[in-house]
């Protein structure tokens, strides 16, 4: 059974504080693809990052990057020195390559917030 | 080049009512979804198709409809709203199963 854990319902940090996002995933597929998506409170979805589970190298983008670990199911999302248009809620979500690639598996949402 | 458009933002419904939730997008993408979004549950698919005439279900399909008669549009139909349906809609593309999804800003509907 596919499914993503987002054990962090909300999180708050003051500004330039480091933040880790923690993703949890399960699936049986070899083959499978994981994402990110920040939700702001203007509600649209924008994409942060696709990554195939057979790449776990770990990836930045400027103030942003993630560490995807196949030996614990985890893809977490870390935010240096964050600020306050960081604050959002952040989504994990997972696609498997076989029979139910048609859908993406989103976790409960990790809400950010970062003061000034 | 405008991406996954959806239409209305805001929609208040009374119990009964029937209406359409409308999806366009002009990326020329097979794949389109639509979504559910209530707190704490992040979000939930409804349908998804996978090209123009074929649709199928998703986790959460009870009480509506969808079809695919072009590429580019993929609408909605809340058969008879029910309070239950008070969410906040996404529809979504991707150009195929190994890529991310692109969504509209979704619909916030309100069945009172």
């Known amino acids: 059974a596919q499914k993503v854990t987002q054990a962090q319902t909300e999180i708050s940090v003051v500004e330039k504080e480091d933040v880790t996002l923690d993703c949890v995933y399960e699936?049986?597929?070899?083959?499978?693809?994981l994402f990110w998506y920040k939700q702001p409170p203007s509600g649209e979805l924008v994409f942060l990052i696709r990554?195939?589970?057979?790449?776990?190298q770990n990836e930045i983008s400027g103030r942003y990057s993630w560490n995807f670990q196949k030996s614990t199911s985890s893809f977490n999302f870390t935010i240096t020195a964050s600020q306050v248009v960081d604050s959002a809620v952040y989504f994990c979500a997972l696609s498997e390559a076989g029979d139910s690639s048609y859908k993406l598996i989103f976790g409960s949402g990790t809400r950010l917030l970062v003061r000034p | 080049n405008a991406g996954v458009t959806q239409t209305p933002k805001f929609q208040v419904l009374k119990t009964g009512q029937s209406m359409t939730l409308q999806c366009a997008q002009d990326m020329n993408h097979e794949y389109m979804s639509w979504y559910r979004q209530d707190p704490g549950m992040g979000l939930r698919l409804i349908h998804y198709?996978?090209?123009?005439?074929?649709?199928d279900q998703g986790e959460v399909p009870n009480g509506y409809n969808v079809s695919r008669s072009t590429t580019e549009d993929f609408p909605l139909r809340l058969l008879s709203a029910a309070p239950s349906q008070t969410s906040v809609y996404f529809c979504a593309s991707r150009a195929g199963r190994y890529y991310g999804y692109t969504f509209g800003s979704g619909t916030r509907l309100t069945v009172v």
């Open positions: 990554r195939n589970s057979f790449d776990e």
């Open positions: 198709s996978v090209g123009a005439g074929i649709t």
């Open positions: 699936t049986r597929d070899t083959t499978y693809y």
